[in-house]
C-alpha cells in the first residue's frame, strides 16, 4: 500500500543549530508534498507547499532561507529547520498526494525539541 | 484567508453513546474546497478517515459519517455508536483539487470510556 515515512521520529537540537528532517513516499509517485508544523496547543500550519517541476510555495511566516525544502524527485522531500530557536518547537508533518483529487497521506512526524 | 472551526475539546463520552464533533469551514481563497476529516490515535500518524470533494454529498467511514453542506458550511462528523478504539484526536481540514496545502481546524480530543 501507499505509505509516508518521515524520520527521525524525535529530536532535539541545541538552540542557534539546525536541523534536517527527511520524508519518503513509498508506494506512490508523490507529486506534491506539503510540510507542516504543529506548535504546542495550535494546529497544523502550512509551511510551505512543493510540486515537481514548480518552484517552493512558501506561506506568510515561513521563508525559504528559515526553512528550505529540497524536492528531488518523486518519492522524496526533506526540508531543514534553520538556527532553530524555542519558537520552531513542535511536531513537523510531511503531507504528500499523487495527483489532483487525491486525499494527502501524511507521516507520523518529526517532532522537534529546542534546547 | 481560509478557515476551520471545529468542537473545542476534550469530548468525553461513554461506548455505544453517539458522538458529533461540529465544524464549520470558511473558503475564501478555493471556489469549490474539498473537505476532509483525519483522525490521530495515540502513538500513531495521521490517518484520512473520510473526505468528499462534493456539496451535498455524505463520506463514510469505520461507521463515521458527515455531509458536506454548503448552504451552513459545515462538515459535522457523527457516529451513531462509539467504541473505546475510537478514541483519539479529529481533524476537519478543507483543501482544493490541485494538489495545494490544507487548512485544519484545532483538532477535537475524543476519549471514549467502557
Known amino acids: 500500500g501507499a505509505l509516508v515515512y518521515q524520520y527521525p521520529r524525535r529530536t532535539i537540537c541545541k538552540s542557534g543549530t539546525s536541523m534536517r528532517m527527511e520524508c519518503q513516499a513509498v508506494g506512490f509517485q508523490a507529486t506534491s508534498v506539503a510540510w507542516y508544523r504543529q506548535s504546542p496547543q495550535k494546529t497544523f500550519e502550512l509551511i510551505a507547499l512543493?510540486?515537481?517541476?514548480?518552484?517552493?510555495?512558501?506561506e506568510q511566516n515561513f521563508t525559504q532561507e528559515k526553512f528550505p525544502i529540497s524536492h528531488p524527485n518523486l518519492s522524496f522531500s526533506s526540508m531543514t529547520v534553520l538556527n532553530a530557536y524555542l519558537e520552531d518547537r513542535g511536531l513537523y508533518l510531511c503531507?504528500?498526494?499523487?495527483?489532483?483529487?487525491?486525499?494527502?497521506?501524511f507521516g507520523e512526524g518529526t517532532r522537534l525539541s529546542v534546547l | 484567508g481560509d478557515s476551520v472551526t471545529q468542537t473545542e475539546g476534550p469530548v468525553t463520552v461513554s461506548e455505544s453513546e453517539s458522538l458529533i464533533i461540529n465544524c464549520t469551514y470558511s473558503a475564501t481563497s478555493i471556489a469549490y474546497p474539498n473537505l476532509f476529516w483525519y483522525v490521530r490515535y495515540p502513538g500513531e500518524g495521521l490517518q484520512l478517515l473520510l473526505k468528499?470533494?462534493?456539496?451535498?454529498q455524505k463520506g463514510s467511514s469505520r461507521g463515521f459519517e458527515a455531509t458536506y453542506n454548503k448552504e451552513t458550511t459545515s462538515f459535522h462528523l457523527q457516529k451513531a455508536s462509539v467504541q473505546e478504539s475510537d478514541s483519539a484526536v479529529y481533524y476537519c481540514?478543507?483543501?482544493?483539487?490541485?494538489?495545494?496545502?490544507?487548512?485544519f481546524g484545532l483538532g477535537t480530543r475524543v476519549s471514549v470510556f467502557p
Open positions: 468528499v470533494i462534493t456539496a451535498g
Open positions: 503531507g504528500a498526494r499523487e495527483g489532483a483529487n487525491q486525499a494527502p497521506l
Open positions: 512543493s510540486t515537481v517541476n514548480s518552484a517552493i510555495k512558501y
Open positions: 481540514a478543507l483543501g482544493d483539487n490541485y494538489a495545494q496545502g490544507l487548512t
